[in-house]
Nanobody
Framework: VQLVESGGGLVQAGGSLRLSCAAS?????????MGWFRQAPGKERDFVAA????????YYTDSVKGRFTISRDNTKNTVYLQMNSLKPEDTALYYC???????????????????WGQGTQVTVSS
């Protein structure tokens, strides 16, 4: 399974970015839940958002609720993270991840995900 993130960059506070994560390497990539995590320098990797295989269920960490939106286009095997009203504290390396199981469950620990991308850097200037 390969996950490739893109869309990161440098943006001013208050700005927006849309991250993409393209999945490949297994049949019916659209059947699996997906998640986004982030890791700031010197900090642990933190959960950001997750989405079920159909897209009907989503979950966000409190600090991004109302600002970030996770979505997916199963025809393209791609998951997105729309990030609005960005703050300097959102600066981090953002990773997407997926599981071996198709079952939807609330997974906020990195250990619950089996496959990871290489990450895309998001830097928010003040």
């Amino acid at each position: 399974v390969q996950l490739v993130e893109s869309g990161g960059g440098l943006v001013q506070a208050g700005g927006s970015l849309r991250l993409s994560c393209a999945a490949s390497g297994r049949t019916f990539s659209s059947s699996y839940p997906m998640g986004w995590f982030r890791q700031a320098p010197g900090k642990e990797r933190d959960f950001v958002a997750a989405i079920s295989s159909s897209g009907a269920s989503t979950y966000y960490t409190d600090s991004v609720k109302g600002r970030f939106t996770i979505s997916r286009d199963n025809t393209k095997n791609t998951v997105y993270l729309q990030m609005n009203s960005l703050k300097p504290e959102d600066t981090a390396l953002y990773y997407c991840a997926t599981t071996r199981t198709t079952t939807w469950a609330l997974r906020i620990s990195g250990g619950e995900y089996d496959y990871w991308g290489q990450g895309t850097q998001v830097t928010v200037s003040s």
